[in-house]
């Protein structure tokens, strides 16, 4: 089982870039994508518990970032426009096998499988 994210970069504030992840393996069910900012613990970003599920979001990237999932291919994508220097972040794919239903914010354990992270850095 492989994840492979890219994407990542030095873009300026208001700027907008898109993230993949291609998944190898295996199917998924669960899929998302979380971020990480130096000092601070893993979060939520966007992902969805199913392929045909609802697309959670964290309220800080609600409006601005767009989650996608092609399930033929095995790859989820994130749109991000409007971007802020507080997106700059590390960036990881994540997934598992298991369907999920979250009524809070998916956490970190609810994914077994990890990519190795695409740095985003947002310059003011």
């Known amino acids: 089982v492989q994840l492979q994210a890219s994407g990542g970069g030095l873009v300026q504030a208001g700027d907008s870039l898109r993230l993949s992840c291609v998944a190898s393996g295996r199917a998924f069910s669960s899929m998302g994508w979380f971020r990480q900012a130096p000092g601070k613990d893993r979060e939520f970003v966007g992902g969805?518990?199913?392929?045909?599920?609802?697309?959670h979001y964290a309220d800080s990237v609600k409006g601005r970032f767009t989650f996608s999932r092609d399930i033929a291919n095995n790859t989820i994508s994130l749109q991000m426009s409007s971007l802020k220097p507080e997106d700059t972040a590390v960036y990881f794919c994540?997934?598992?096998?298991?369907?999920?239903?979250?009524?809070?914010?998916?956490?970190?354990?609810?994914?077994?499988?990890w990519g190795r992270g695409t740095l985003v850095t947002v310059s003011s």
């Open positions: 994540a997934a598992d096998g298991s369907k999920r239903v979250w009524f809070g914010m998916p956490r970190v354990t609810d994914f077994r499988f």
């Open positions: 969805s518990g199913a392929s045909s599920g609802p697309t």
